[in-house]
Each structure stands twice: as structure tokens, then as C-alpha cells.
């Protein structure tokens, strides 16, 4: 078995995976793909429950996109999860897309039909609020929020998770304000005008941000890269402050980091991607997934995941 498959694959998968057994039912796509944990996570799950089928990785680039759905159930698909670039353009390429993923501006779990259909579904949302109760034993509701990187796909299914929940106060900062609009028209529909703020990743209005904020949330990409700087100064950052970083690394991200040094609380993107997974096993499965199994599986991948 192979640890990417790719577009050539799909177009005569029970050739390309003759050798897999149980069958490859269920995959991620995404471009890249070949770093994505939920393999193991999602593996682990299926032999828990003695589920004979398996999930793997599909790399499919944009412009594959639309074959690549249309082969999903000749191939025996069962479901898909989606990551970057794929989530927009899954939305508008489903047959039926649930009210969370319209949201949410984005797909990140289909479900093949046995008629074929694709129906979409979005967990990202309610995965991040669950991670965010289990971090930090607290609820979005009761929380300020501050998102950097709001514009985004993350950012924006974050946004209006907290926008749902009511959270107090919701600011939202973008390197593009532009970016901002479509998305501060869309919550300005579920949460009161009067809670919502917005500005880009200046300093003066991280400053700003920081102080008016108890939970601060970054979708930025800052993190992934060695030598990255912190998406918020750690000037600004207090120990007051419950910092939750998207970025799933095997060491503590420049946020993190930069918290450390004020005495704050942080949590990385393990646990958004491990309850985003445990949904859309449910939703596949119509049964709870065995999250603890799902855990392990996630943490052997990270020498030293950080908490």
C-alpha cells in the first residue's frame, strides 16, 4: 500500500490498490497531502471497531479536482475528508451541501451515496469548539475570541463557530481586509453587530486585539515553517490569555512559545483535528467514533506533540 495515491490511481483504483487489504474506502485529498495525520487517526479507528475498510491519502491537485469526485463512487468510496486548497471549491462541486459547510464557506467531509450523490458536510467548526472545551475547560460562549487569520478557510469556519455560539466579543484581523468583508457580512446574520470588530495584523491592532480578547486563535500559516515569528508579539500576550494555535507540529509553535514566556495557556491543532475526525467518523458511520484510540494514534505520530 502506498502512502499517496494520486489522480492516475484513482482512474483504476481497484488495480492501483489490488494489493490493500481490507479495501481503501475512505481517504483525505488535499494538495499537499502526504504530511496529513489522519491516516493513522482514522485507521486506528476503523480496526477499533473491526471496520473492514481503510483510509488513506489522495493527492489531487486543483485542476483534477472535478475527475476526482466523479471517480469517488465507481472506486468504492465510502467518504472523503478535504484539506487545502479543496474545501471552497468542495462546496460548490457537491450535489448537496448541509448548513454547517455553507457556513463554514467549505467542505472538509463528504459522504458517496449509494445512488452516487456527494453530500457535504463541514466539522471544522464544531471540532474546534470541542477542542477548545477540552483544552481549556471552557465554552466559546463564555469567551472573547480574537482570530488571526480570520480571511482564510480555518479562519473564517472558526469565525462563525464563535459567531453561532455567542461568544461576548469577536475580532477578527486579516493581513487582506478585503477578505474580511464577505465573511463580516455572513456573521453580522447570527451574532449582534455591536460584539463584532475587525482590522488587519498590525501592530496597533494585535495590541488592541489582545486586550479585548481571552482566547486567541491563530489560522494563520505562521508556525509552519522553521524560523517563523509569532502571529501576536509576545509583548501583548498576558497570563490571562488561552492561546489556541491550528498548526499541528511535533514541537511548540512561535505562539505558543511566545506564551510560555507571559505564563499563558496554549493548545495546538492535534485536538481540532482530532474531534474534526471523530465527527466526520460519526457522520460516515452514523455511530461515535473511539476517540481515545483515535488519540493515541495521533499522538505516536509527534515524538513530542506539544499540549
Not at 229 to 256: C, F, M, N, Q, W
Request: aromatic residues 4%; proline residues 6%; contains cysteine.
Amino acid at each position: 500500500m502506498k502512502d499517496v495515491y494520486t489522480i492516475a490511481d484513482l482512474r483504476d483504483w481497484r488495480a492501483a490498490t489490488a494489493d490493500c487489504d481490507p479495501p481503501l474506502r475512505l481517504a483525505v485529498i488535499g494538495d499537499p497531502v502526504a504530511h496529513s495525520a489522519s491516516p493513522p487517526m482514522h485507521n486506528a479507528a476503523l480496526a477499533a471497531l473491526g471496520i473492514l475498510a481503510r483510509y488513506t491519502r489522495l493527492h489531487i491537485r486543483p485542476e483534477e479536482l472535478t475527475e476526482a469526485l466523479g471517480l469517488l463512487h465507481g472506486a468504492g468510496f465510502i467518504g472523503i475528508n478535504c484539506t487545502i486548497p479543496h474545501k471552497p471549491a468542495v462546496l460548490d462541486a457537491v450535489d448537496i451541501a448541509d448548513d454547517g459547510a455553507q457556513r463554514a464557506g467549505g467542505v472538509n467531509t463528504i459522504v458517496v451515496r449509494p445512488d452516487g450523490k456527494l453530500h457535504g458536510f463541514s466539522t471544522d467548526g464544531p471540532g474546534f469548539s470541542r477542542a477548545v472545551r477540552e483544552s481549556f475547560g471552557v465554552d466559546l460562549r463564555d469567551l472573547r475570541v480574537l482570530v488571526l487569520g480570520a480571511g482564510g478557510g480555518a479562519g473564517r469556519a472558526i469565525a462563525m463557530q464563535c459567531a453561532g455560539e455567542q461568544c461576548p466579543a469577536l475580532t477578527l484581523l486579516n493581513r487582506s481586509l478585503d477578505k474580511l468583508e464577505p465573511l463580516l457580512d455572513d456573521i453580522a446574520k447570527v451574532c449582534p453587530f455591536d460584539r463584532i470588530s475587525s482590522g488587519d495584523l498590525s501592530d496597533l491592532f494585535l495590541k488592541l486585539g489582545l486586550a479585548n480578547s481571552d482566547l486567541v486563535v491563530n489560522c494563520t500559516a505562521l508556525g509552519m515553517k522553521p524560523g517563523d515569528k509569532s502571529p501576536a508579539p509576545a509583548r501583548h500576550i498576558e497570563a490571562r490569555h488561552l492561546l489556541y494555535d491550528t498548526i499541528y507540529v511535533g514541537h511548540r509553535t512561535p505562539l505558543l512559545t511566545a506564551g510560555d514566556t507571559a505564563g499563558a495557556k496554549g493548545a495546538n491543532g492535534l485536538s481540532m483535528l482530532l474531534h474534526q475526525g471523530a465527527l466526520s467518523f460519526k457522520i460516515w458511520f452514523q455511530r461515535d467514533a473511539p476517540i481515545e484510540e483515535m488519540r493515541r494514534a495521533l499522538l505516536s505520530r509527534f515524538d513530542s506533540p506539544a499540549k
